[in-house]
């Protein structure tokens, strides 16, 4: 089992609909969750990151996490054409102090 | 601040030769990271420094790799001989306290052919 799963997609939505991209992890014993965005070519950017179970927002972004059922996700509402890029889910596990990143989920958002 | 600078931005090189990759991390930041990323593997953490000793090199894929930092300014990314199977991206980031919120630079397009 990978150690930080995500869908490769492409996910593909409308513009202006609600994107939903998740992540799952398998160390249970994780405490920090990030998420990064890479468009084509260019280097990872920070997006968010979350440490406690529920929600937390920032502008369009919404990052939800749960722990019992180790999952993380990210939401992005009222997509846009610019969102269009390959979104990572990272991982600090307990037994390291080193990202694990997940093999990222292409989000293609359609005029 | 200018970010983290890598160079090259692009390296084609032949395998057998020697490939140097260059970082200059962001001015205060005290962690310097080298990640490798391919489409089959994803992004991986190669090494990391902390107030420029190497920490974790475990992700260094083998011998042929090796990564210094002489000063808080400076860092490289040996790899010799390459090998068609080190053609990857490159990147280097750098942070203050850890791996909260790495800043990634361009990163290095390396071809060995």
């Known amino acids: 089992q990978k150690e930080v799963e995500q869908n490769s997609g492409p996910l593909s939505v409308p513009e202006g609909a609600i994107a939903s991209l998740n992540c799952t992890y398998s160390?249970?014993?994780?405490?920090?969750f990030f998420w990064y965005r890479q468009y084509s070519g260019k280097s990872p950017e920070l997006i968010m990151f979350?440490?406690?179970?529920g929600d937390k927002e920032d502008g369009r972004f919404t990052a939800q996490l749960n722990k019992a059922s180790q999952y993380v996700s990210l939401l992005i509402r009222d997509s846009q054409p610019s969102d269009s890029a390959t979104y990572l889910c990272?991982?600090?596990?307990?037994?390291?102090?080193?990202?694990?990143f997940g093999p990222g989920t292409r989000l293609s958002v359609l005029p | 601040d200018a970010g983290v600078i890598q160079s090259p931005r692009h390296e084609v090189t032949e395998m057998g030769q020697e490939v140097t990759l260059r970082c200059k991390p962001i001015?205060?930041?005290?962690?310097l990271f080298w990640y490798r990323q391919t489409m089959m593997r994803g992004l991986e953490l190669l090494i990391y420094?902390?107030?420029?000793?190497?920490?974790?090199d475990s992700g260094m894929p083998e011998d042929r790799f090796s990564a210094k930092m002489p000063n808080a300014s400076f860092s490289t990314l040996k790899i010799q001989p390459s090998e068609p199977r080190d053609s990857a991206v490159y990147f280097c980031?750098?942070?203050?306290?850890?791996?909260?919120?790495?800043?990634f630079g361009s990163g290095t397009q390396l071809s060995v052919l």
């Open positions: 980031a750098s942070s203050f306290a850890g791996f909260k919120n790495p800043f």
């Open positions: 160390d249970r014993g994780s405490q920090s």
């Open positions: 979350i440490y406690s179970n």
């Open positions: 990272a991982v600090i596990p307990s037994y390291g102090q080193n990202f694990v």
């Open positions: 001015s205060g930041h005290d962690y």
């Open positions: 420094f902390n107030n420029n000793v190497p920490i974790d």
